[in-house]
């Protein structure tokens, strides 16, 4: 049922005040924000959208009433409804939201008595305004009461969800304000920087929440179960994921703002992939950071089979013999830049061999490696490379067999 307030029957005097402040509503509305902003807590930094769309919404709607306009509550008290839901959902006190509609309501009053002051006003006429905000006022702290207990209810009840919820909303990246608030719905205190970890688990594995510490959010995600901590938990909760699962690999990236959790759950995907591509060495704890070049390397896997028919084409026509010794040869030059015997001393063999080996090079890629941009690619493109062909992946020679038939 809509519930409306007709006139309360004001004065002449003060219905003629009321009117002539709808034209200062929102400049009137703005003051009272910035001056609730100054005087409210650390805590309620980021809420002054919100606190000027109450006062703004509240001080239209009063006056609509005070003028005995038709004036339905449902906008207004949804919206104070969803202010205290909001407060007690980010675990804050109640009492900031009562000390800012004390302020609030002592800044408007301030307001009506100059006014009144200054327009002549009758002591009758100001207090029907007083009696008249005072009840106003009372139905709004219910509504932020009703809100208020229905966030408290949420955050208690929703706790398991709310943190799986928040392990969406981070790896989705979802806005700060949203992480925040799922964050305080779960009641997990959110840092400036967070571990992802990526578990490899059997398929039918499974880490429960109940085997780690309360500092760390785990959900599975197939093919594998994100963890996510504080970095000083890092050692604690790698701990209990290794008893709770003694098969699974643990890729631990490094830490991380929370809004680039989806980066750094990609990057921790990509470690176990490279591991199972025999890239890395495969341990049961991975630590990312040591593996960072390699990540890199390898974070556009189709652009790097392409940059390989392209540039390397030369070496991949090459016999297998061949293509090993001149590739070995190649990327020790690219890496040092060094003379024949330099690089000899390197490879363990004769510089004649090397200075052999550079003249087939030459051959092969001619004047392109004078060229700084196609020495820096091919550079990258041998690092990335590499590592898989001494890991037994023929893919790129199969797929030059297959273009040049």
């Known amino acids: 049922m809509t519930q409306t307030h007709q006139s309360p029957g004001l004065p002449g005097s003060a219905v003629w005040m009321l009117k002539s402040l709808e034209s200062e509503v929102r400049p009137i509305a703005r003051k009272i924000t910035r001056h609730l902003r100054e005087g409210l807590p650390a805590e309620t930094e980021g809420f002054e959208e919100l606190i000027f769309t109450a006062v703004h919404g509240a001080m239209s709607h009063f006056i609509d009433l005070g003028l005995g306009r038709s004036a339905p509550y449902i906008a207004i008290d949804d919206h104070f409804r969803k202010v205290g839901f909001k407060v007690a959902a980010l675990g804050q006190d109640r009492a900031i939201v009562d000390q800012g509609i004390d302020m609030a309501t002592t800044e408007l009053w301030d307001e009506l008595r100059r ?5 002549e006003l009758s002591a009758a006429a100001l207090n029907a305004l007083n009696e008249m905000m005072t009840s106003y006022v009372e139905h709004l702290t219910t509504q932020v009461s009703m809100g208020f207990e229905a966030g408290t209810e949420a955050r208690d009840q929703n706790n398991d969800v709310a943190r799986a919820r928040l392990i ?3 790896l989705s990246g979802s806005s700060h304000d949203e992480i925040e608030t799922q964050a305080a719905l779960g009641e997990w205190p959110l840092p400036e920087k967070v571990t992802v970890m990526a578990v490899e688990l059997l398929d039918a594995d499974q880490i429960s929440a109940d085997a780690l510490s309360s500092v760390a959010l785990t959900r ?14 890092t050692a604690t909760v790698t701990k209990e994921v290794r008893a709770a699962a ?3 690999r643990v890729s631990i990236c490094w830490p991380v703002p929370p809004a680039d959790v989806p980066a750094a759950w990609r990057w921790a995907n990509r470690a176990l992939a490279l591991v199972n591509a025999r890239v890395i060495p495969a341990k049961p704890v991975i630590d990312c950071l040591a593996y960072r070049t390699e990540i890199w ?3 556009e896997p189709v652009m790097r089979r392409q940059l390989a028919q392209e540039l390397l084409e030369p070496l991949l026509a090459e016999s297998e013999n061949s293509r090993e010794i001149l590739t070995e040869t190649l990327l020790v030059w690219l890496e040092t830049r060094e003379s024949a015997p330099a690089i000899a001393a390197v490879l363990g063999v004769h510089p004649q061999t090397v200075r052999y080996r550079w003249k087939r090079i030459n051959e092969l890629f001619g004047e392109s490696l004078r060229d700084p941009e196609f020495v820096t690619q091919l550079l990258l493109l041998l690092k990335a490379s590499v590592p898989l062909w001494m890991a037994g992946d023929q893919s790129d020679f199969d797929r030059y067999q297959q273009q040049t038939g």
């Not at 006014?115 to 327009?119: G, I, S, T, Y």
């Not at 594998?224 to 938990?233: E, F, K, L, M």
């Open 168 to 170: 969406d909303r981070m």
């Open 220 to 233: 599975r995600r197939r093919p594998t179960q994100v963890v996510i901590c504080p970095p000083s938990a």
């Open 115 to 119: 006014r009144a002051v200054e327009n």
């Open 297 to 299: 390397l390898h974070a």
């Open 246 to 248: 003694p098969k699974a």
